[in-house]
């Protein structure tokens, strides 16, 4: 089970953002992905690995989606205490989703940075319509 580009893409930002703002940590959230034997989480380690050093890589599996991966990592965040700056890196086509979610569970000062969707036409065109419904059910 590969990570998809959408995922890659997103992990390929935070690198650059990591190097570039000096962040003490990363928090890769996601769980187990339907007919794979890895969790999100750890192969997004695995491809991070290769360029930020592992005690800096804070796992999050257990979450299945993005109300999940937002509670998962605000508690994360409270574990960690006295973390100032916090940067959400998601696809572009689902940032305004995760930063609604993110703001509703955090309630603070977040970051929201899009990383290249990775995919395109119609393929880009269903993903975008479903993150409308989706942020339309929101009930906050």
């Known amino acids: 089970c590969e990570m998809d580009k959408i995922l890659t893409n ?9 190097d570039k703002y000096k962040y003490k940590y990363i928090i890769v959230s996601g769980g187990k992905v339907q007919d794979c034997k890895h969790t999100e989480a750890y192969k997004m380690k695995k ?22 991966n937002a509670r998962m990592c605000l508690s994360i965040v409270k574990d960690l205490g006295n973390v100032n700056n ?27 940075i899009g990383s290249v969707d990775g995919i395109n036409g ?16 929101l009930d906050f």
């Open 10 to 18: 997103r992990l390929d930002k935070a690198i650059k953002l990591f």
């Open 47 to 68: 491809y991070l690995q290769n360029t930020i050093q592992p005690d800096k890589i804070i796992t999050e599996a257990r979450s299945k989606d993005t109300l999940e």
């Open 86 to 112: 916090i940067t959400v890196i998601s696809s572009k086509f689902h940032i305004r989703r995760v930063q609604k979610i993110f703001d509703h569970y955090f309630k603070r000062k977040i970051k929201y």
């Open 122 to 137: 119609k393929v880009l065109e269903n993903r975008r319509n479903n993150e409308i419904k989706y942020f339309n059910l």
